[in-house]
Each structure stands twice: as C-alpha cells, then as structure tokens.
C-alpha cells in the first residue's frame, strides 16, 4: 500500500521528484537543496476527517498516518509520541494581560523533547529501506530523540554531536545505547561531519534541514493544537527557532489543514531566537537573502537553538513571512529568567531552550505586537530536566533558593521565622 505523497519539490529550482528518486536533497544544490514533501489531499480526505478522529484513541501522532509520508501498513515504533497536552495558562495570561494562553508541554514526550516526533519518522523511514544505521547530528535532543526510539526498536545508531553538548544529554544518549562522536568543534562541525560519514558509511541520514520528512514529523504538533482547540486555529504561536526545522514544520501542518478545509484562517507564526544566535531574526529584520547570507558565531545559554547557519533556513523565513508573523530576540538573561516564570506560572518545567518561546511571548507584548484579546500558543520545545545547571542558573537570577535547616524542628522554626 501507498502513501499519499504525490513528490517531493525542490524549494530552490522547483523540480520535482519521485520519493525514490532521491533520499534527501535536490542534488542539483547539495545540502542547501532542501526539498518539500507534496501530497495529494483529494486522497487524504478519503482515508481521514475530523469526524473519524474525534473516534481515534491512538495518542499519539500516528493518529495522522494519513496525512504522513509513511505507508498505511508501516510498523511504528512503540514509544507513545506525541498528542502532548495543551494547558489554559490563565496565570501568565494575567500577568501579560492576554485573555488566552495555551502552552503545548513536548517535554512530555519519551525523550523528553519536541525532537521525538522528526525522530519517529526518520526511523520507520529508515526501516523501510533495510538501514542498518541511522546517523545524525544535533545538538542534544535530536540526537537523544533518534536514539530513544532507536533504542525502541532495536535499531543501530551513530550520534554526533559537539563535545560541549550539557552532560544529560550526552547521558541520555550513551542510556540508549547510541554509538556518541563528541565532535571537537560546534554543532555546525558535527553537521559537517556528519554528512560526511552517512555519505562514506552509507547510513540513513537524520539530520535536521536535510532529511525532508522531518518537518513531517514536525508538523504533527500544529495538528494537535488545532484539533485540541476543536479546529478553532489559534491566533498566534511562539516557538523558539534553531535551524528552523520545527517552526517551518508548524507552518507546513497549518498548510496541510488550510489545504483540507479544517482550520478557516492562518494562525501567526512568531519565531523567538536567542540574542546570539539570531541569523533568521537577523535577515528578517534586515530583508537578507538566506541563501547568500554568511553564517554567524552562534553562543547562547539555549543549547538547542544555537545555530550559526540554520539549516532549515528556507522554510524558517517561509513560515514568518507567509504567516505574517514576526522574529523575536531575547537575551540569554531573559531565557533564564523565563525558566521560573513559565514553571511558576502554568507548572511547566522548560530547558532554556523551551522557556525561550516563552520569553518571546513576554518581549512580543512589551512592543506591542500581541493584542489582548488573541487567543496565544506557546510550545515548550523541551523538558527542564534536559538542562539542570541552566534551571539552576534560572532560579539564582530569580532571587530564590533553598533553606539550609538540622534535623530538628526548633531549628526549622528558627529558619521559618526568617522567612
Ligand atoms: C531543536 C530544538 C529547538 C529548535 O528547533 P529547530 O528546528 O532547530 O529550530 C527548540 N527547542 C528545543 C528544546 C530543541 O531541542
């Protein structure tokens, strides 16, 4: 049995190819030659609704098998993926003076990131074609992600990642049983790398920007906001943005239900970079051209989104400028300070790199690019447990912190009449 994709399209000549045509990119441009997966809708509608979901207890996204590029009758993994839980947060709404928030938790997912939902796809895409190893590049929690459902399913795996990646992440990984290269040099080096060897070795290649199916496997998060908010598309979603994969795979899950007549209108995408690592941000403020423009010395607290040349860069800016959202910049002292904020606010414990699309919510509405009556998305990207020492650096700047006390409740009492 087929899927529904009719090809994939090259982002820069407009070519088209068969899916077995190619495995990545449009040879004709390299790793730059990105290329988006085409379906075929008028299938779709006949193999799912929104009626025939409401019935659907699978949670998680293969609930869209349908409107993904596997085949109907694919094994998937068995790690529950996705259908993360979408909380009110009328607290932070409050304290923003916004009517309606929502924040998405993927830091509930098994790995504890968004990344588990591109990683799901690249491993049954991989298991279709009989790959021995899959291979990718990340900044932590692709890589934890690729290795946990790999892990799953019994499937070999090399990682690359940069030798400074934060320790839990590089724990998770050796867990799971991943083969770890500790790249001397930035996540940019380890990408390098990494297409070198998959390209030597003859591995599946995950990496992000590259593999097209990821953003597949990204989009699965804009189906469930929809369908969670009963088809009443939210008016704005703050996501952070590295490479850009995630936010250009929000975009093309938003497109996918234009295309079928599910939402009604396109919700804002506003894409939150760090500070120092704001090459989108930049050429968005600055109308650069993303494929002319050098990459940057990208450094921030926010690991998972440091990234000198987002190498999803095309459909990054795409998913801004036909949204007509907005970049947003925060600096590494407002990523840490969202930590507590969001914890405290809604209960959702974030690694930098989540609390970042929460900073850009709180920097949005201080000039004035939110209104109060828009009903606000954030997405947590990523589990504070990822990160310890950032949460801890977090808290420090919050002026809060523990109490020292004996064994003994006289002393407890002492402590307590200072407080
Ligand atoms: C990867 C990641 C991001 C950014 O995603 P991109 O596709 O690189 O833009 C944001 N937050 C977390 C926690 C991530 O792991």
């Known amino acids: 049995m087929m899927n529904h994709v009719l090809h994939l399209k090259s982002l820069l000549s407009g070519r088209t190819f068969r899916p077995d045509e190619i495995d990545y990119v449009d040879p004709e441009f390299g790793p730059d030659g990105i290329v988006d997966v085409v379906y075929d809708y008028d299938a779709i509608k006949r193999a799912i609704s929104r009626e025939s ?3 659907n207890r699978d949670a998680s996204i293969w609930r869209y098998k349908p409107l993904l590029p596997v085949r109907p009758d694919a094994p998937v993994p068995p790690l529950q993926i996705g259908w993360t839980p979408l909380y009110p947060a009328p607290r932070l709404g409050a304290l923003l ?11 509930r997912n098994p790995t504890a990131s968004f990344k588990d939902r591109a990683s799901a796809i690249a491993v049954v895409k991989a298991q ?7 291979t990718t590049a990340s900044t932590g929690n692709a890589a934890a992600a690729l290795s946990g459902i790999c ?15 934060p320790p839990a992440k590089v724990a998770q990984l050796l867990a799971y049983g991943a083969t770890v290269m500790l790249v001397r040099g930035t996540y940019d080096d380890a990408f390098e790398l990494c297409l070198q060897a998959s390209d030597a070795y003859g591995w599946y290649n995950r990496n992000t920007g590259f593999n097209p199916y990821m953003s597949e496997g990204k989009k699965t998060a804009t189906l469930e906001i929809c369908e969670q908010l009963g088809w009443q598309a939210p008016d704005r979603i703050f996501v952070s943005v ?3 994969c995630i936010i250009g795979g929000l975009h093309k899950g938003l497109k996918d239900l ?3 007549g599910w939402i009604e209108r396109m919700p804002k995408l506003m894409g939150v970079q760090a500070a120092g690592s704001n090459y989108l941000a930049e050429a968005w403020e600055r109308g650069e051209d993303v ?5 940057i010395d990208a450094q921030t607290v926010a690991d998972s989104i440091s990234a000198g040349l987002p190498r999803d860069r095309l459909k990054a800016m795409a998913a801004v400028k036909e949204t007509g959202g907005a970049y947003v910049t925060v600096s590494d002292d407002e990523i840490l300070t969202a930590i507590p904020a969001l914890a405290r606010g809604c209960g959702v414990f974030a690694e ?10 709180v920097k949005a509405v201080e000039q004035g690019l939110v209104s109060a009556d828009e009903r606000i998305v954030v997405l947590n990207t990523g589990s504070g447990l990822k990160d310890v020492a950032g949460a801890m650096k977090g808290v420090e700047r919050a002026g809060t912190q523990a109490y020292r006390v004996d064994a003994d409740l006289e002393d407890l009492k002492r402590v307590m009449a200072t407080i």
């Open 258 to 260: 234009m295309a079928l």
């Open 291 to 295: 494929l002319t423009k050098p990459p």
């Open 151 to 165: 892990a799953s399913v019994g499937q070999a795996n090399v990682i690359f990642v940069p030798e400074k990646a």
């Open 242 to 244: 590295g490479d850009g």
């Open 352 to 361: 930098p790199a989540g609390a970042t699309a929460y900073a850009g919510l």
């Open 53 to 55: 979901l409401r019935d």
């Open 97 to 107: 003076g916004l009517r309606q928030v929502w924040v998405k938790d993927d830091g």
């Open 128 to 134: 279709e074609r009989g790959a021995e190893i899959i």
